[in-house]
């Protein structure tokens, strides 16, 4: 049989997806690209949010009104928080799968073939284990989960009611799939977790450092990408790695959330904006290059307008690369949940579009700084036939973040290129080739 994989949601959810294509084929079912080449499509879900939910409900609708032939299953996230009201509910789709179930799947799919349960392998509880067969990033990147779950228990967040506790691989093993990975033409490693900083805490210490020092033991040109570091719990001695090794991108997504030491407070967070705006000048006076993302959350239950206001101020201090914003989601199950004190859905809009407004002469100022200079680009797919090429530099991430528009054709997917910046288009930078 053959199957599609619809990956919604954040990157973790992406490396779900391939580990499931990596069992599904290893089961005997044939991957392919594209929904209307299968004979089943699997939507691995997200259920962080309202918004998360609904699209995710909807993206399966559709898929099943386009089609009513093939089988559509819901698969992940979503599934694993709301299983048995989602199988109530939408009788017409054909399954309903929790996080990491590729069994589960099998037996929807092909139930006369599914062979007996096995022993999982190390990790394979939290979908970690597996050899990924298929990457579906841009080529020349991969993300690398290093831990599944989390403790943070922040107020508003369901990811630990969806995925548990906080677990970590074993540093060997992610060095092995590191290793790996490069060795199929990988040049960007991006290090995902829930929050990275606490990667190894449920072994009785923070390893993130000393798992940064094995991966620059790989010799090698490549790219080292962090993303999610708790600004609570920051390691300094990331930033003196990163100055060692010009490998490991001077870039760090570090979810403030808020500015306001009330609301961080209710929040289940211990920062505040003078610790926040100290952590900034910190990473930019050890790596004046680094790009600094960040997100706010608003609305949040009690925000009051002095506590926006607070934020505002912050947003104008930290004056960050990049950074994105959110209206509070109310999450059942989640502490915060019960607070007093809910924002309407038009206040937390408003505010929401204010601080978007406000993000975007900060970004440009932080974009210029990069005219004239010239910086490695990793490419990701030329446009053809206009004698362009899209790509990225250190400062940017994938999806999330800008581009760079490489006035160049015949660039390969996946490889890197020196080139010199130009001008800004929006969020975006051209640029020109530098020929060596």
């Not at 599914?114 to 284990?129: K, T, Y």
């Not at 599944?148 to 508003?156: F, I, L, T, V």
């Not at 600004?231 to 991108?249: C, G, I, N, T």
């Not at 914003?325 to 059942?332: K, Q, T």
Request: glycine letters at 10%.
């Amino acid at each position: 049989m053959t199957f599609t994989i619809e990956s919604l949601g954040c990157a973790k959810n992406q490396v779900d997806s391939e580990l499931l294509i990596a069992e599904l084929e290893r089961f005997g079912l044939s991957w392919v690209a594209e929904a209307e080449a299968a004979e089943a499509v699997i939507v691995n879900t997200c259920g962080f949010i309202t918004g998360a939910k609904e699209q995710s409900i909807q993206a399966a609708l559709q898929l099943k009104v386009r089609y009513p032939a093939k089988k559509v299953i819901l698969a992940g996230c979503l599934v694993q928080r709301y299983g048995g009201e989602l199988a109530e509910a939408l009788g017409e789709l054909d399954g309903f799968v929790g996080l990491h179930d590729a069994q589960g799947i099998r037996r929807l799919l092909e139930p006369a073939a599914a062979e007996p349960e096995r022993a999982p392998g190390p990790g394979a509880e939290h979908g970690l284990s597996a050899r990924r067969t298929r990457l579906l990033s841009y080529p020349g990147s991969a993300y690398l989960k290093i831990a599944e779950g989390c403790d943070n228990r922040c107020s508003y967040c369901a990811i630990p009611l969806i995925r548990g506790p906080l677990a970590s691989r074993s540093r060997s093993e992610i060095l092995a799939e590191a290793e790996e990975l490069l060795a199929r033409g990988v040049r960007e490693l991006i290090l995902v977790a829930q929050d990275l900083s606490s990667f190894g805490l449920d072994r009785g210490a923070g390893e993130l450092t000393a798992l940064l020092r094995d991966l620059g033991r790989i010799g090698g040109e490549f790219w080292l990408r962090l993303l999610y570091i708790h600004p609570d719990h920051f390691p300094d001695e990331v930033l003196e790695l990163a100055a060692s090794d010009p490998r490991l991108l001077p870039y760090f997504d570090l979810p403030f959330q808020h500015a306001s030491e009330a609301v961080l407070a209710r929040m289940g967070r211990r920062g505040s904006a003078e610790s926040y705006l100290a952590l900034i000048r910190r990473i930019r006076q050890r790596l004046p290059d680094a790009a600094l993302r960040s997100t706010f959350l608003v609305g949040f239950p009690g925000e009051t307008e002095e506590d926006f206001r607070r934020l505002l101020e912050f947003q104008r201090a930290a004056e960050l690369d990049w950074a994105g914003v959110f209206a509070y989601s109310r999450e059942e199950g989640t502490p915060a949940y019960a607070l007093r004190g809910r924002v309407s859905r038009r206040l937390a809009g408003e505010r929401k579009a204010l601080l978007e407004q406000a993000q975007v002469p900060i970004t440009r100022a932080r974009l210029e700084r990069h005219l004239g200079r010239v910086l490695p680009v990793l490419i990701e797919e030329p446009v053809i036939g206009q004698g362009l090429s899209l790509g990225r530099a250190y400062l940017q991430a994938p999806e999330v973040d800008g581009l760079v528009v490489v006035r160049a054709s015949g660039l390969e997917a996946g490889s890197l290129h020196r080139v010199r910046i130009e001008r800004l288009a929006g969020v975006d930078l051209e640029a020109s080739l530098v020929r060596s």
